[in-house]
Structure formats: C-alpha cells, structure tokens
C-alpha cells in the first residue's frame, strides 16, 4: 500500500527490508539498519567523488542524520507501560532524534515536559505544529472502512483498490483480530527478567 501511495513521488521512496524480517521489528532495530545503510550510501558516493590528485572531499561537511518522522500521538505511546524498553528510547531519541508533528488536541511539548528521558533529550526533539489542520489518521481511515463509508480523497485511488481487493479493514476482518495482543508487548513478556544479582 504505502508502494502504491508513493507512486507518484519522485522524492519519498519505500523501504521493504523491515517487512522482509522474519518477525516483528522494533522501532530501534528499523532505525539501526536505516543509519548504517545511508553512512555506507554516504561514504561511497563521498570516496567515488574524491579528487584524487588533491585527496579532498567535496562531501566535507555533516553526514546525514536519520531521525525518526512521526506524529504527536506515536509519541504519547513513549508513555504506555510495558510498550518501549527504555533502552531503545534512549537510543531512539538520543542517538538519532525524532520529529514529531502536531495532531489534534495532543501536547508534545507536554509529553516531553514529563518524561525525564524525553526532557534529557530536548536538543534532539523536533516539534512541529501543523498550521492547516489535518485530522486524518490511520486508525480513522481504517475506521471508516469498518463501517463501510467511503475514504475517496484520504488516501490514493490505488490504495483503496487494494484494500477492498484484499478484503482489509471490514468488519469482519477487524473482528478475527480482535484481542490479539499487540506484538510489542508478546515479545517484552517473553524476555528474561534480570534478577537484582545480576
């Protein structure tokens, strides 16, 4: 779907390799190969471009920096009990940063406010406030297809063939899902407990 819905886009491309995993991936993991793909794109087209009569480097300035994209509400979940290891926000929000923008009624200055590790990491949290409102979201597009209305306008034409072509989001299928335990936290529960000897 995301394939079909950046079709058009000459700028902003799909990556399948955490897809390709054979299970779920955490945030932090995604955004380890992400670093170490673009370092490694970087520093060829940084070595094939070199001069090598003078041995200088046009790329000379800053390398890249991943950050992770993502709305004010995903970073509310840095807040859900037993959801994030704090190791991998640290390492999310420290080693790497994220960008969060504005959605609806949310408070991401607050969010970071009350968290210490959030608060310790400021310089590395970019804000954004979304002056033309956009309400939509995922969980109510998905919504919508639930109860059978139309999202025309909401996401690309070929998306929606898609997901009627693979009878995604009815009700139905909502329902064969329901009370399935979010992966994140199968995966933290089934992870050893350091005892305090350790």
């Not at 390799?17 to 995604?30: L, N, R």
């Not at 520093?43 to 001069?51: H, I, N, S, V």
């Not at 840095?78 to 704090?86: A, E, N, R, Y």
């Not at 063939?161 to 009815?170: F, R, V």
Request: hydrophobic share 30%.
């Amino acid at each position: 779907m995301a394939k079909l819905a950046l079709r058009s886009s000459n700028w902003v491309t799909v990556d399948e390799w955490e897809s390709q995993q054979p299970d779920w991936t955490e945030t932090v993991v995604t955004m380890r190969y992400h670093n170490g793909r673009i370092l490694r794109e970087y520093e060829q087209r940084a070595g094939l471009q070199t001069d090598s009569s003078s041995n200088t480097n046009p790329h000379s300035g800053p390398s890249p920096q991943l950050k992770l994209l993502c709305g004010a509400d995903f970073l509310d979940t840095f807040k859900i009990p037993g959801l994030w290891q704090d190791k991998h926000v640290e390492e999310v929000v420290g080693r790497f940063g994220l960008v969060s923008v504005s959605r609806g009624g949310l408070q991401p200055e607050r969010t970071v406010h009350q968290s210490d590790m959030l608060s310790r990491h400021h310089q590395n949290i970019f804000l954004v406030r979304e002056w033309v409102r956009n309400e939509t979201s995922a969980t109510e597009v998905r919504r919508a297809l639930r109860r059978g209305l139309s999202v025309k306008y909401l996401v690309p034409d070929s998306v929606i063939e898609y997901i009627h072509q693979h009878n995604l989001y009815t009700e139905d299928s909502e329902r064969r899902n329901e009370g399935l335990v979010l992966r994140p936290l199968i995966k933290k529960a089934h992870e050893p407990v350091n005892s305090l000897d350790d």
